[in-house]
């Protein structure tokens, strides 16, 4: 199971609740500044990942498509979701989907727990202090890169 949340403003929960599916394109440092351009606002009907520079693979159960360039995906079918409502002009909604597929590159796959990691070199966003426009952080402790198993564990508690 995957669970997320994001403004009801952006395209993905709009998408995800039409399509009932989703995909999670997991980037790694090198190219998180390029996968994060997918979230600007973009008019309805572009396609963010190529508008942003990114390639489109398909998938291999759902709709949409994967990123290449990212290390790691998971296509999700749709189970539930919640609104939030954060302020007067804020709702925020939960999704939550069932993982029907996951792939990954080669070089993620094997080895240790902590040798998969160094390989994915995941950067995380654990709140909203990161414009995800241009990754720029407000609060530099809230956002990084898993890139040992102790910094995810750290980063967990």
């Not at 989703?22 to 440092?29: A, C, D, H, L, M």
């Not at 390639?55 to 159960?61: A, D, F, L, N, Y």
């Not at 402790?141 to 890139?147: A, D, E, R, Y």
Request: contains cysteine; negative net charge.
């Amino acid at each position: 199971m995957f669970l997320f949340s994001t403004w009801t403003r952006h395209h993905t929960p709009q998408n995800v609740l039409e399509t009932k599916e989703f995909v999670v394109n997991i980037p790694s440092r090198d190219v998180v500044r390029q996968v994060m351009k997918t979230v600007e606002h973009y008019p309805r009907g572009v396609d963010e990942i190529k508008a942003s520079g990114l390639t489109s693979i398909p998938s291999r159960i759902a709709k949409a498509p994967r990123i290449a360039e990212c290390k790691a995906h998971l296509e999700c079918e749709y189970l539930w979701s919640h609104t939030v409502k954060i302020s007067d002009d804020v709702t925020d909604i939960i999704i939550a989907g069932k993982i029907v597929a996951a792939s990954a590159d080669e070089d993620v796959l094997y080895g240790s727990a902590g040798e998969k990691l160094d390989a994915m070199e995941t950067p995380y966003i654990t709140n909203r202090s990161v414009d995800g426009r241009d990754w720029k952080a407000k609060d530099p402790q809230m956002c990084g890169i898993i890139s040992q198993t102790r910094n995810f564990w750290e980063m967990s508690r």
